[in-house]
């Protein structure tokens, strides 16, 4: 294992912290709820879902937190705003802690940046995510509102790869006129966490990896990824059992974690049954293994809770 040279920033979001040495802190473990497909959404435009499902899904993540160590981020997927209005009151309900707010529509992601400071949680969202598609109407919206933690994605199209990556981050490579860290510190986000993107299986998912150390070790700020999707979208695996594709997910999310992760987006909620257990195993070994480097785990790290 390793300790970066550069001072690493912690993160903290509704007292919940990203960040630090590799095994200081232990991994933000965030599972998605209400996602496209999701089996307890009725409607997904209007918000309709079985909300004892629901709760029975967010109380069990926080059990496992509460067992593990490892905190638990609650990631909401809304396809319009009234969806997503009534996934944040049910939120409210059965969930104290940080959350993270994401849609495939930009104007709804856009929208519920007025929503969140209007029902006064605008400390504990997350926005997901400042990415190469932030377009200047988007911008506006970020710049606005009161929300100032987000995701950056790191993913570049037009240079694949670590360093594209990179340069999408610092000063916008060949696609933007400014870096998205600046652009967002522009917008007024103190609280940012890096996403290199995660691209499928063969075409250069396991970069998202490298990119975690050369990340923090360029930028100090905290990094994770949706790791989950390199697994999701191999093809080979789909005609496979779902404890082979269960196994594959703990794995990826162990590599992802013995890499320097901070966070991982370990996608549908369900998975926290496996995840929860692989991250602290993960976190444990990677804090014994840099204990000759000086750095220790803080007190609710799984090493003082498991072993």
Same mark, same amino acid.
């Given at each position: 294992?390793?300790?970066?040279?550069?001072?690493?920033?912690?993160?903290?979001?509704?007292?919940?912290?990203?960040?630090?040495?590799?095994?200081?802190?232990?991994?933000?473990?965030?599972? @998605?709820?209400?996602?496209?497909?999701?089996?307890?959404?009725?409607?997904?435009?209007?918000?309709?879902? /079985?909300?004892?499902?629901?709760?029975?899904?967010?109380?069990?993540?926080?059990?496992?937190?509460?067992?593990?160590?490892?905190?638990?981020?609650?990631?909401?997927? =809304?396809?319009?705003?009234?969806?997503?209005?009534?996934?944040?009151?049910?939120?409210?309900?059965?969930?104290?802690?940080?959350?993270?707010? #994401? +849609?495939? !529509?930009?104007?709804?992601?856009?929208?519920?940046?007025?929503?969140?400071?209007?029902?006064?949680? $605008?400390?504990?969202?997350?926005?997901?995510?400042?990415?190469? $598609? @932030?377009?200047?109407?988007?911008?506006?919206?970020?710049?606005?509102? !009161?929300?100032? +933690? =987000?995701?950056?994605?790191?993913?570049?199209?037009?240079?694949?790869?670590?360093?594209?990556?990179?340069?999408?981050? !610092?000063?916008?490579?060949?696609?933007?006129?400014?870096?998205?860290?600046?652009? =967002?510190?522009?917008?007024?986000?103190?609280?940012?966490?890096?996403?290199?993107?995660?691209?499928?299986?063969?075409?250069?998912?396991?970069?998202?990896?490298?990119?975690?150390?050369?990340?923090?070790?360029?930028?100090?700020?905290?990094?994770?990824?949706?790791?989950?999707?390199?697994?999701?979208?191999?093809?080979?695996?789909? #005609?496979?059992?779902? +404890?082979?594709?269960?196994?594959? /997910?703990?794995? $990826?999310?162990?590599?992802?974690?013995?890499?320097?992760? /901070?966070?991982?987006?370990?996608?549908?909620?369900?998975?926290?049954?496996?995840?929860?257990? =692989?991250?602290?195993?993960?976190?444990?070994?990677?804090?014994?293994?840099?204990? #000759?480097?000086?750095?220790?785990? !803080? $007190? @609710?790290?799984?090493?003082?809770?498991?072993?």
């Amino acid at each position: 294992m390793f300790r970066f040279k550069n001072e690493q920033t912690i993160v903290n979001v509704a007292g919940v912290r990203f960040g630090g040495q590799p095994g200081e802190l232990p991994t933000v473990l965030c599972g @998605t709820i209400f996602y496209q497909g999701h089996r307890i959404v009725e409607d997904d435009e209007r918000g309709i879902f /079985d909300r004892a499902a629901a709760e029975r899904l967010v109380l069990r993540q926080s059990e496992l937190s509460s067992e593990t160590g490892c905190p638990f981020v609650l990631h909401i997927y =809304a396809r319009t705003v009234p969806a997503l209005r009534k996934y944040l009151d049910f939120a409210e309900e059965v969930w104290s802690g940080p959350f993270i707010v #994401d +849609s495939a !529509e930009r104007s709804t992601r856009s929208l519920a940046l007025s929503l969140l400071s209007e029902l006064g949680y $605008a400390d504990k969202a997350i926005y997901n995510s400042i990415s190469i $598609a @932030t377009d200047d109407a988007e911008a506006r919206a970020l710049l606005e509102n !009161e929300v100032d +933690s =987000a995701i950056i994605l790191a993913y570049n199209p037009g240079e694949p790869g670590v360093e594209g990556a990179m340069r999408i981050l !610092e000063n916008g490579g060949q696609v933007r006129d400014e870096g998205l860290i600046p652009l =967002a510190k522009r917008l007024g986000f103190s609280n940012i966490l890096i996403d290199p993107g995660v691209v499928p299986m063969g075409s250069g998912a396991g970069s998202s990896l490298r990119f975690s150390v050369v990340a923090k070790s360029r930028l100090g700020l905290p990094v994770g990824s949706g790791i989950h999707n390199a697994v999701s979208s191999w093809q080979w695996l789909k #005609d496979r059992m779902k +404890s082979n594709r269960s196994c594959c /997910d703990a794995a $990826a999310a162990c590599m992802q974690l013995a890499m320097g992760g /901070d966070f991982l987006l370990y996608g549908p909620i369900e998975s926290g049954e496996v995840i929860f257990p =692989a991250a602290a195993m993960a976190d444990i070994l990677v804090a014994e293994a840099v204990r #000759d480097l000086e750095v220790y785990p !803080e $007190a @609710t790290h799984p090493i003082f809770r498991l072993v």
